[in-house]
Antibody, heavy 121, light 113 residues
């Protein structure tokens, strides 16, 4: 069964750091491009970051550029998001998502259940 | 960035009746390759999003044929021919033409009257 399972969320103070993980199973993780997408409480979806299968291409939304770092370990079938200098507006459910049967121009077709990040003092 | 605007934001519908959601982009979504990369996603309560439609009108694998998409340029529509209870949730349009800067609409909440 294809599965993405996020972890690492929690409560952090403004200015703090957190590292999210996404464990992939049921497919050949090393051949698929990955994303992080977030959803603030009661709000819509916001794309956060993209990483290609080999990590050679990485993109960030302007809202997180310079603060967040996406990475992956294909040997461990894992995707990561290092979040630094966290702000209240980073509070959200963070999903990892991929294009398993679709393409980067169609949209993400496999999503994890999400992990919740709360930035508050 | 391309801004995606959906209407209505809430849509109460009677079971078995049709539903329609509109999405407008702040600029044309026609890609340099001639295609238009406008997708629709469904998010049921407590669930992650699910890809329904891509390239305006192509249903993704497993999506019932009561869902259809149409439109061109900057104006797009998602239609559900006969709403079923399992269709309750929030629907998002999403543009991928400006990849990697994906942007989503605000979401339209579909609920049963």
């Amino acid at each position: 069964e294809v599965q993405l399972v996020e972890s690492g969320g929690g409560l952090v103070q403004p200015g703090g750091s957190l590292r999210l993980s996404c464990a992939a199973s049921g497919f050949t993780f090393s051949t698929y491009n990955m994303n992080w997408v977030r959803q603030a409480p009661g709000k819509g979806l916001e794309w956060v970051s993209y990483i290609s299968s080999s990590s050679s291409t990485i993109y960030y939304a302007d809202s997180v550029k310079g603060r967040f770092t996406i990475s992956r370990d294909n040997a461990k079938n894992s995707l990561y998001l290092q979040m630094n200098s966290l702000r209240a507006e980073d509070t959200a459910v963070y999903y990892c998502a991929t294009f398993l049967y679709s393409s980067v121009l169609y949209g993400m077709d496999v999503w994890g259940q999400g992990t919740t990040v709360t930035v508050s003092s | 960035d391309v801004v995606m605007t959906q209407t209505p934001l809430s849509s109460p519908v009677t079971l078995g009746q049709p539903a329609s959601i509109s999405c407008r982009s702040s600029q044309s979504l026609v890609h340099s390759d001639g295609n238009t990369y406008l997708s629709w996603l469904q998010q049921r309560p407590g669930q992650p999003p699910r890809l329904l439609i891509y390239k305006i009108s192509n249903r993704f694998s497993g999506v019932p044929d009561r869902f259809s998409g149409s439109g061109a340029g900057t104006d797009f529509t998602l239609k559900i021919s006969r709403v079923e209870a399992e269709d309750v949730g929030v629907y998002y349009c999403m543009q991928a033409t400006q990849f990697p800067q994906y942007t989503f609409g605000q979401g339209t909440k579909l609920e049963i009257k």
